[in-house]
């Protein structure tokens, strides 16, 4: 081997070392998240399937809004990485920035919580049934004050996630879980002597647990000695207009680029309510499940932002390549194993969530084991779009990837999964399938976009 060729090694090894010491524990973090929300899932359809159709319904209104703040609050990473590789030390930079990314996020709480407040009357108007509804809409009115801590939980993870020090946020997440699953218990089905108060309890559960979350991890960030000296909360009060400008310069874009993937997908949940509560009871079990394997790829994204940031920011362009590439390579290659396990063993995973011995669960249950088939299929193509999306994040390229997303999931993945299921009678299935091709257009795009990126190098002006 030539010296220029172990040279190379050598680079790309290290870089494969960065990125998984980034990535794992925000992987973790994301998988203690939607650990919540699996939670709610297993524990609704301990309920029925008709209260886990409900819950279904109702969270899928509300991340649709979660994940468009989600958006926002995200734009605070590249931004943080960007300013770190300029200079190590850049503290009064970075504390401006997470200080617009709270304000930020507060801004787009408030009425967002004035439209969820109205959840029953808005699944109605889309065409769901009366009582899901109403049973929805009590579960929203519930889960809706998560929304402002959820976001700043964001921003605080971004922070510590752009100093490469995301294991905080991953024991804070992991103990809200535990919290999450006693209340619960409690909450849900009435023990200890509370009330019982079912999907409405876990609506409850989940806003004490992100508002847990939140606090204890800006009390970690002001405690510790290395995030005290940001000072993040620091003349908290003032305006920065130029910072919050830029924010929602490329955090509008992210945050639609993730709406359009996130309403693809309750648009895929209202067309199953349509059909049946069975069909809508599986796309959440199928929906949940392909959630899971999603965040380890998300986890390589978010870390690529921040490796591709640090690497733009210091003007490393071989750096931001290497970078890219690496996190796709390892996000890809763990969901080719994930495939696998979606194509090999879907029925005992479906069994988790509803118990084959009651007769009323066997609709959902075949229907289930045939969405998480299709979801198998489409295990890679989902890994490469997410991190494809999250390496251009950290270029600040966030424009071009809206427009993809835009184009993949509601220009080919809902109509033509409409189509599949109405015209061609494949029902659920047919959704399942337009959702997989859609995916595989938008991860086409979004690898061939930073492909040419890689060859064009940093400056912007040479970006198409």
Known sequence: MTHTAVHWAVHWR?????????????????????????????MMGWLGPTELAAGSLGANLFFA????????????????????????????????I??????????????????????????????????????????????????LPALWVIVLR?????????????????????????????????????????VVGAGISSTLSFSFMALALMAFILWDRRFRRFHVLGHWWRADWPKLKELLRIGTPMALAMGF???????????????????????????????????????????????????????????????????LALGVGFMAAMALVLLVAPQPIVHLFLDPARA?????????????????????????????AGALRGLKDTTVPMLFAGFGYWLIAIPLGSALAFWSGLGGRGIWIGLAIGLGVVASLMVGRWSMRGELGLSPRRWP
Not at 75 to 96: D, M
Not at 363 to 376: C, D, E, P, R
């Open 360 to 388: 009323e669960n066997a609709g959902a249950i075949t229907l289930a084991i045939s969405f998480l088939a299709i979801a198998g299929m489409f295990q890679m193509v989902d890994g490469a779009q997410v991190v494809g």
């Open 158 to 198: 971004c922070f510590i996630s752009a100093l490469e020090r995301p294991r905080a946020g991953m024991v804070i997440t992991w103990v809200a879980v535990v919290v999450h699953v006693g209340s619960n218990w409690v909450l849900m089905f009435g023990n200890l002597g509370a009330p019982r108060l079912g």
């Open 98 to 147: 997470v200080r617009q990314g709270l304000w930020l996020s507060l801004g787009f709480a408030l009425p967002c919580w004035a439209l969820l407040w109205h959840a029953d009357a808005l699944l109605r108007a889309l065409g769901q049934d009366p009582e899901l509804s109403r049973v929805a809409g009590a579960y929203v009115r519930m889960l809706q004050w998560s929304l």
């Open 261 to 327: 993937e996130i309403t693809g997908f309750n648009a895929a949940a209202f067309l199953m309510g349509i059909i049946s509560a069975d069909a809508l009871a599986a796309h959440a079990i199928a929906l949940q499940v392909a959630s899971i394997t999603f965040m380890v790829p998300l986890g390589m994204a978010q870390a690529a932002t921040v490796r591709v940031g640090l690497s733009a920011g210091a003007g490393d362009a071989e750096g931001v390549r290497r970078a890219g590439w690496v996190a």
């Open 14 to 42: 290290t870089e494969a070392k960065a990125t998984l010491s980034l990535g794992w524990p925000i992987i973790l973090t994301n998988l203690a998240q939607i650990a919540i929300g699996t939670t709610d899932t297993l």
């Open 65 to 96: 809004v979660l994940i468009l703040g989600m958006g926002l609050a995200m734009a605070t990473s590249p931004l943080l990485a960007h300013s770190l590789g300029r200079a190590r030390h850049s503290v009064r930079e970075c504390r401006r």
